[in-house]
């Protein structure tokens, strides 16, 4: 059924009723004062000033409202502008002291788990700033306390916390993938490795859960460039080789900060300067301000290069080379957690720039890009809310097509996996890569020798 | 260690070259140094799929179509994890144990290295093996495995199966701590952080009871109160009782069995370091935001920095209380609360004399190894250095480095560093 | 009569500032009171540098890409808010007052540009009137409280235009005028007006959550 919808059906999210086992079997176990305990305890007790603050200054000015990528995908619908997330959701729980109905909470885990991406972009748009990202994330806090989280991503919690990676892949299964990726790419350098906790080594990388489960060709293709680089690097071997992180998109804080403090002991105890990690935007930003800050590591404890980062200094300093530019015109999306995030939207432009011949613009660009419809956790939410997410996504659609570009990088696997939908889903010509991908398939697979 | 008296204290400088491994092998991977620091060793690729164990340049007769984890057990030994015919096992000095796998890794030993254990799977059934004895039972999947100086053996083990995004099933709980392979009967959401008392017969854990409950446990009792988070505990008073950091009201407390137990309360307080049984204790806290310091028996040093606290434990007398920190960039040894500011790139846990007097380490700094001792830098530079050794006697350190392609096994007198 | 309007142009005035200088103080102090208690991490991440470039990129109009979005709501609101303080502040009536009173003065404005001006004031209050109607997001987000808010603002400007255009009831509106200007003063420590103390404090987290941590523009 959500396969077969079109462009044209007209299909109001909110009117249709998704049924996620995960938010039913959790809201028929709720009481009225189970559930006005959690609301008046999260609004009161864990949320602070600044809470208060954007829901006191909040102007009702409605200027937020052209940031948001869901609004725009929804014709202008005043039910997604930002504020009136805020004014559904919190607004009447505050109003009503938390006396509200299960009906209200059904609607309210819709609204914050699947029409906000968390994307901050209306923070840039709202002249007081206000960051209803952040208000979306406590309310999904308050659905996290009453156990009314979608089931999918909840699920991908449970594997979190029970494995401290995303995709309950076992520990023996983690290595064994590294090894045999590691033979593989034997074929392309004979004695190339992935040294496995080797300690005191320059740099760790790490990954999210998906490569090793479903995309190993991503971790042999890492281990290339590191290799033709010639770079002193390892892997853990252990949990915390996973930088991901879908707890802090739950509201489960506690969760998220044991995943993003077992990161950075394993760093520690290899001794290694940084951390380098895979083309992931929500990866970093639970490492690099989240998840981190609720251990009380106020910023990274290991310095944390993203791919992004990692590529422009390997490309700017030679150790990777180019060997033909890459042909075909492409595009770039920027992530918004690493642009917003972390304002690496000028280097990705550069690397474009050394590897690929023709680049076109995607507008808007840098900070101020969409989302991609996916993020914040919206499609680890899982399929019974990807039809609309599909709708939420039209302006993301509209937005790419407009380039006509036949490639579109996306160094998110977020970004990745919901731009493949909209490609799909709306059958837009294009082909979606990684960086990682273009910098395989265009360098020169020689290893770097430096000059004494 | 009894045995460290007899080991060579006198030649200055023994070489091995390694540097021509290189051209005898395809390739030739990390290097593992013994403890005595006579015999350096490498994973090394013979041929095609074909890996053995290259030790002083002598060649194992041994060849496997897989290797990994090579490591000198404290007493000598030299232990791989190694695959044949896409089977698994632990080999030391040489010898296959006697049970195969389909998978072996977290290789763990004893401090005297009478026991070496690992986390294997066979046929999807996961369980450990320690000296080569493995568990009777096996399990669905298995998690945070530990190995007492006694040599017995725990992990947190997947008792009930999980089908695919089950929650319910989860909420239920499906995980239980194994000791020795029998899995203890009490079952939780998630159980973390496993530490054994000191005579390695009693487990305690972090313990997640429901969605927003935690605990601890001692041997799966768990705790009256809950907590809303907590780390790692640890045993004191010869097994008596149980200290853990835990989070009340947003505050980190540390209480001991389930009623608190020092009267301040942290930002942070994570990882603890105690003395014989618990004479004295230390944790890693946090008492302003971003900033990180020790707090020693309640009482915090005067001493503080911006970015971690990676580890922190007492010499074996008590006397002294070692942190290893980073500040502004770069990592630092604090003993006592009074940092060594030697600023290093990267460094490691320093190892104690035994007259709890001389603290010996090594460091990174701009690529180049060196040798630290009591905060002083020795100013020779090698390309890596592997962990030190100070004299029974005190007088003496032994230094295992590498330079140009050669180990140097060297002996300098503690006089001619500090 | 006139005792009531000697009191209400006279003490009332400085009881209103009175009462807005305390409001505002005792309501800061209870805010960095609780960031201290709950949120003192945001001292960590705060730099005067990136607070100030946000708020700066702000304050010039056209800058931020949510001002070009909307140029017309924009430009109104910035000049709504700049006459909000210039016409008070610089009106020769009211100087005229606080000369008799205080012997201080200061430059005027001329009559018929205040007036002009107010009339503009007027018609910014009236254009955000309207806009909670027609524009269907803004409409969605507005509750009773934000068209009394705009009649509040609305009073002191209507009136005091009517009151120097005598076209009736002068004295009625005077006493109106000056009753309204003074509730406006009071409530702005009470109500949502105090987003005026507050715009900065939100606008500065921002911005250096943006520039400072995130290396990134929140314009
Ligand atoms: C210098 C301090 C002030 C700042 C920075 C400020 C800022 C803002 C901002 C950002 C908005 C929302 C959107 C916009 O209109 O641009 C707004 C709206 C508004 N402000 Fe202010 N303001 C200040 C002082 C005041 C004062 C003193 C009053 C009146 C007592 C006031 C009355 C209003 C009203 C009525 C609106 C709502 C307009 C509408 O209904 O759309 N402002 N202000
Ligand atoms: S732009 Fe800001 S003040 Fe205006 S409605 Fe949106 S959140 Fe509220
Ligand atoms: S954070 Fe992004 S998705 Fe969420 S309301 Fe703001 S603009 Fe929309
Ligand atoms: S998935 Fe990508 S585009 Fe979407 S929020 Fe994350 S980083 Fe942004």
């Given at each position: 059924m959500q396969e077969s919808l079109t462009i044209d059906e007209k299909l109001e999210p909110d009117k249709k009723d998704v049924i996620d086992e995960g938010v039913e079997a959790g809201l028929s176990r709720l009481t009225p004062q189970k559930i006005s305990q959690v609301i008046n305890q999260v609004l009161t007790k864990e949320t602070g000033p600044r809470f208060k603050a954007y829901v006191e200054t909040c102007m009702r000015c409605g200027l937020c409202a052209d940031a948001c990528n869901i609004f725009l995908s929804n014709d202008r619908d005043p039910k997604f502008s930002p504020a009136a997330k805020v004014k559904q959701t919190i607004l009447e729980m505050i109003k009503r002291k938390g006396k509200v109905s299960k009906q209200f909470l059904k609607d309210t885990v819709r609204i914050a788990h699947t029409e906000c991406n968390a994307c901050k972009r209306c923070?840039?748009?709202?002249?007081?700033?206000?960051?209803?990202?952040?208000?979306?994330?406590?309310?999904?806090?308050?659905?996290?306390?009453?156990?009314?989280?979608?089931?999918?991503?909840?699920?991908?919690?449970?594997?979190?916390?029970?494995?401290?990676?995303?995709?309950?892949?076992?520990?023996?299964?983690?290595?064994?993938?590294?090894?045999?990726?590691?033979?593989?790419?034997?074929?392309?350098?004979?004695?190339?490795?992935?040294?496995?906790?080797?300690?005191?080594?320059?740099?760790?990388?790490?990954?999210?859960?998906?490569?090793?489960?479903?995309?190993?060709?991503?971790?042999y293709q890492t281990a290339v460039i590191m290799h033709a680089a010639g770079l002193n690097w390892t892997m853990p071997s252990t949990p915390g080789w996973d930088n991901s992180n879908m707890a802090m998109y739950t509201g489960d804080f506690e969760i998220s900060a044991r995943i993003a403090q077992v990161h950075y002991e394993t760093a520690a105890k290899l001794h290694v300067k940084k951390i380098v990690m895979g083309e992931c935007g929500h990866a970093f930003r639970s490492v690099y301000d989240v998840g981190n800050r609720w251990v009380g590591w106020a910023m990274p404890p290991v310095d944390l290069v993203?791919?992004?980062?990692?590529?422009?200094?390997?490309?700017?300093?030679?150790?990777?080379?180019?060997?033909?530019?890459?042909?075909?015109?492409?595009?770039?999306?920027?992530?918004?957690?690493?642009?917003?995030?972390?304002?690496?939207?000028?280097?990705?432009?550069?690397?474009?720039?050394?590897?690929?011949?023709?680049?076109?613009?995607?507008?808007?660009?840098?900070?101020?890009?969409?989302?991609?419809?996916?993020?914040?956790?919206?499609?680890?939410?899982?399929?019974?809310?990807?039809?609309?997410?599909?709708?939420?996504?039209?302006?993301?659609?509209?937005?790419?097509?407009?380039?006509?570009?036949?490639?579109?990088?996306?160094?998110?696997?977020?970004?990745?996996?919901?731009?493949?939908?909209?490609v799909e889903h709306y059958g837009v010509d294009m082909e979606i890569k990684f960086f990682g991908d273009i910098i395989y398939e265009v360098m020169e697979k020689t290893i770097y020798q430096e000059k004494k | 260690m009894k045995n460290e008296k007899s080991w060579d204290w006198h030649s200055e400088k023994k070489e091995i070259p390694v540097k021509e491994w290189q051209n005898r092998f395809n390739w030739v991977e990390e290097h593992s140094v013994s403890p005595d620091g006579e015999k350096i060793a490498s994973?090394?690729?013979?041929?095609?799929?074909?890996?053995?164990?290259?030790?002083?340049?002598?060649?194992?007769?041994?060849?496997?179509?897989?290797?990994?984890?090579?490591?000198?057990?404290?007493?000598?030994?030299?232990?791989?994890?190694?695959?044949?015919?896409?089977?698994?096992?632990?080999?030391?000095?040489?010898?296959?144990?006697?049970?195969?796998?389909?998978?072996?890794?977290?290789?763990?030993?004893?401090?005297?290295?009478?026991?070496?254990?690992?986390?294997?799977?066979?046929?999807?059934?996961?369980?450990?093996?320690?000296?080569?004895?493995?568990?009777?039972?096996?399990?669905?999947?298995?998690?945070?495995?530990?190995?007492?100086?006694?040599?017995?053996?725990?992990?947190?083990?997947?008792?009930?199966?999980?089908?695919?995004?089950?929650?319910?099933?989860?909420?239920?709980?499906?995980?239980?701590?194994?000791?020795?392979?029998?899995?203890?009967?009490?079952?939780?959401?998630?159980?973390w952080d496993l530490a054994f008392d000191s005579k390695g017969e009693q487990i305690a854990s972090s313990i997640r009871k429901n969605r927003l409950d935690y605990s601890i446990s001692k041997n799966s009792r768990i705790w009256e109160k809950n907590f809303q988070f907590s780390w790692k505990p640890e045993f004191i008073n010869k097994g008596a009782s149980v200290i853990a950091p835990v989070r009340q009201g947003g505050k980190w407390l540390l209480f001991k069995d389930s009623v608190p137990f020092w009267d301040k309360s942290y930002e942070q307080l994570g990882k603890l370091a105690i003395h014989g049984d618990g004479q004295k204790i230390a944790a890693i806290v946090s008492n302003a935001?971003?900033?990180?310091?020790?707090?020693?028996?309640?009482?915090?040093?005067?001493?503080?920095?911006?970015?971690?606290?990676s580890e922190l434990f007492y010499s074996d007398n008590g006397s002294l209380l070692i942190a290893i920190f980073k500040n502004q960039g770069y990592w630092d040894v604090a003993v006592n609360g009074k940092p060594w500011n030697i600023k290093a790139d990267k460094l490691w846990n320093p190892v104690i004399s035994s007259n709890n007097e001389i603290l010996a380490t090594r460091m990174e700094k701009d690529g180049t190894f060196f040798l630290v001792v009591n905060g002083k830098v020795y100013q020779e530079p090698f390309d890596m250095i592997f962990e030190p050794k100070i004299s029974p006697n005190n007088d003496k350190i032994l230094l295992k480095a590498m330079k140009d392609g050669i180990y140097l096994r060297q002996i300098l007198s503690l006089e001619k560093v500090l | 009569m006139h005792s009531f309007i000697n009191f209400i142009m006279g003490p009332m005035v400085w009881i209103s500032f009175l009462i807005f200088f305390i409001g505002v103080i005792f309501r800061l102090i209870g805010l960095f009171k609780q960031i201290n208690a709950k949120e003192n991490f945001v001292y960590t991440y705060l730099s005067f540098k990136y607070s100030f470039r946000s708020i700066f990129a702000w304050l010039i109009p056209f800058l931020p890409v949510s001002t070009r979005k909307s140029p017309v709501f924009y430009s109104i609101s910035y000049v709504f808010h700049l006459l909000l303080f210039l016409i008070p502040i610089f009106l020769l009536s009211h100087v005229a007052l606080l000369e008799e009173s205080m012997h201080w003065s200061w430059v005027t404005l001329s009559d018929s540009t205040a007036d002009s001006l107010t009339l503009i004031v007027i018609f910014s209050l009236i254009f955000f009137f309207i806009r909670r109607f027609v524009v269907p997001e803004v409409k969605f987000l507005t509750r009773l409280s934000d068209f009394l808010f705009i009649l509040i603002v609305a009073l002191p400007f209507v009136t005091g235009f009517l009151a120097y255009h005598q076209f009736f009831a002068y004295r009625w509106m005077v006493i109106v005028h000056v009753l309204s200007g003074e509730l406006m003063i009071i409530l702005i420590p009470f109500t949502r007006f105090f987003h005026m103390f507050l715009a900065p404090l939100t606008r500065a987290y921002t911005g250096s959550e943006f520039g400072n941590v995130r290396h990134a523009k929140d314009w």
């Open positions: 923070s840039m748009y709202c002249p007081f700033g206000i960051d209803i990202a952040y208000m979306m994330l406590q309310v999904r806090r308050i659905c996290h306390k009453l156990e009314i989280t979608p089931l999918y991503i909840q699920d991908t919690v449970n594997s979190h916390s029970a494995t401290m990676n995303q995709m309950w892949v076992k520990e023996d299964e983690w290595i064994d993938t590294l090894q045999w990726q590691e033979e593989d790419a034997r074929e392309e350098f004979e004695n190339l490795r992935i040294p496995l906790d080797k300690d005191g080594a320059d740099i760790m990388y790490s990954v999210i859960a998906p490569e090793p489960k479903f995309q190993a060709g991503l971790i993203h791919a992004i980062d990692f590529y422009h200094d390997m490309l700017t300093s030679g150790k990777i080379r180019v060997k033909e530019k890459y042909k075909k015109t492409v595009t770039l999306h920027d992530p918004c957690n690493i642009s917003r995030g972390r304002g690496l939207h000028n280097k990705a432009r550069e690397l474009v720039n050394i590897l690929c011949e023709s680049f076109i613009e995607m507008t808007p660009n840098r900070e101020h890009n969409y989302c991609c419809g996916a993020g914040g956790g919206v499609i680890n939410c899982g399929p019974p809310w990807k039809g609309t997410r599909m709708v939420n996504s039209r302006e993301k659609k509209d937005q790419i097509e407009r380039t006509g570009a036949e490639v579109l990088i996306a160094p998110c696997h977020n970004c990745h996996s919901g731009l493949e939908d909209i | 994973i090394v690729n013979t041929d095609e799929a074909e890996f053995s164990v290259c030790m002083n340049g002598n060649i194992w007769e041994e060849t496997f179509e897989k290797a990994w984890c090579l490591r000198f057990l404290p007493d000598g030994r030299l232990c791989v994890l190694a695959s044949n015919d896409e089977e698994w096992t632990v080999c030391v000095d040489g010898t296959f144990w006697e049970t195969w796998f389909d998978y072996i890794w977290d290789l763990q030993f004893t401090p005297d290295g009478s026991f070496v254990a690992a986390a294997v799977q066979k046929d999807g059934q996961y369980g450990m093996s320690v000296n080569d004895k493995a568990w009777d039972s096996f399990y669905e999947n298995i998690s945070g495995a530990v190995l007492s100086s006694q040599g017995t053996s725990a992990a947190v083990v997947q008792v009930d199966p999980l089908g695919q995004a089950d929650i319910e099933g989860f909420n239920k709980g499906i995980f239980a701590v194994a000791l020795n392979g029998i899995a203890q009967p009490e079952k939780f959401m998630n159980i935001y971003g900033k990180w310091t020790v707090s020693e028996n309640d009482k915090i040093w005067d001493f503080h920095c911006d970015s971690m606290i | -």
